[in-house]
């Protein structure tokens, strides 16, 4: 997989969550599971990237949705800029962030 392709298919998965704001918080799991797919396919066909990658892509953290945020829980997301992605927990985040460091994925523009 080439770096341009990486970066093509994950622009698209997160511009798709740009385009609904009403809907977006139904399809974050779903972006999620495909940029983690996209991710395993990068590392199966030789892709090296480091977890901690410096770059736009960051790990940060925000409050559960509906019940859960009532225990003060805090959920793991990868952000550049404005936007954020909630991620199941701080191992993946730290290397989707890596991932979308390394193949250069610019922040999504809300819209």
């Known amino acids: 997989m080439r ?4 970066r093509r298919f994950a622009g698209e ?3 798709g969550l740009t385009q609904s704001p009403p ?3 139904a399809a974050e799991p779903l972006a999620y599971k495909l940029l983690a797919r996209l991710l395993a396919d990068a ?3 030789g892709v090296v990237f480091e977890s901690y990658a410096v770059g736009p892509w960051h790990v940060g953290q925000t409050a559960f949705r509906g019940v ?3 225990i003060g829980e805090r959920l793991p997301t990868a952000e550049c ?3 954020a992605l909630p991620v199941p927990d701080f ?3 730290l290397e989707l962030v890596g991932f979308l460091n390394w193949c250069e994925v610019p922040e999504p523009q809300l819209g």
Do not use: E, K, P, S
């Not at 770096?3 to 990486?6: E, H, I, K």
């Open 13 to 15: 998965i997160l511009l």
């Open 81 to 83: 800029g404005g936007f």
């Open 43 to 45: 590392r199966r066909l």
């Open 3 to 6: 770096r341009d392709d990486a």
């Open 23 to 25: 809907h977006a918080a």
């Open 68 to 70: 859960g945020r009532l």
């Open 91 to 93: 191992r993946q985040a």
